[in-house]
């Protein structure tokens, strides 16, 4: 059962126990009784669930039920048993579009392949991805100044397992330009290069 809706309900009952509820007060009773009855009930829940069933004809009428003080005492003891689920540990891919979305990637090396590039783009919610296509015997890395100073591009990725030494020039360019340079060591699909991002380049995509 949500818990929540149980804090919710819990409220409400407490005061018509008292005997302060409002027409209000019974009526987010009904509303939030019927949502609970819809919902399956585990380990924890299950005592609470019973007795809201059991007490549904009086609670629908506006009455107490005549066992509310149990129903009181589970409703307290539901509260502290339901178990809070820890928050979803986001993917590499969810991070890494949180810092380059909307803008441009230029990536550098092996051989462009459209799957790839498409699947990249719209994993990290980009607005272009740059894939040159490099001979990796005699690269010029002198024309890929021109993206590198593009405004557009957040970073620059470099896939390694695919370079010649050559390539270490394209570090003084993005130096120059201001760009963090991250590499790639193994394979070019979307979660290596996300998590190449993220590791390797957070703090300065954060920052520009």
């Given at each position: ?161 695919w370079s010649r030494h050559a ?42």
């Amino acid at each position: 059962m949500d818990r929540k809706l149980l804090n919710r309900f819990e409220f409400h009952f407490r005061r018509a126990v008292d005997g302060s509820a409002s027409d209000k007060d019974w009526a987010v009773i009904v509303e939030v009784l019927e949502k609970l009855l819809a919902q399956k009930p585990d380990a924890q829940t299950n005592g609470v669930a019973k007795l809201l069933q059991s007490s549904a004809t009086a609670l629908r009428s506006w009455h107490l039920p005549s066992d509310w003080g149990r129903l009181s005492k589970e409703l307290e003891q539901a509260k502290t048993r339901v178990r809070v689920e820890p928050p979803r540990e986001r993917s590499f891919e969810e991070r890494a579009a949180e810092l380059v979305r909307g803008r441009e990637l230029l990536l550098l090396g092996g051989d462009r392949r459209n799957e790839h590039a498409e699947s990249l783009r719209t994993s990290l919610e980009l607005s272009e991805l740059h894939w040159p296509q490099t001979r990796e015997d005699t690269p010029d890395v002198g024309s890929f100044e021109p993206w590198i100073a593009r405004v557009e591009v957040a970073a620059v990725v470099l896939l390694i397992r695919w370079s010649r030494h050559a390539y270490g020039e394209v570090s003084g360019l993005c130096d120059r330009y201001g760009k963090p340079l991250v590499r790639i060591e193994a394979g070019y699909n979307a979660v290596q290069i996300a998590r190449g991002l993220v590791e390797q380049a957070s703090e300065r995509l954060r920052r520009s």
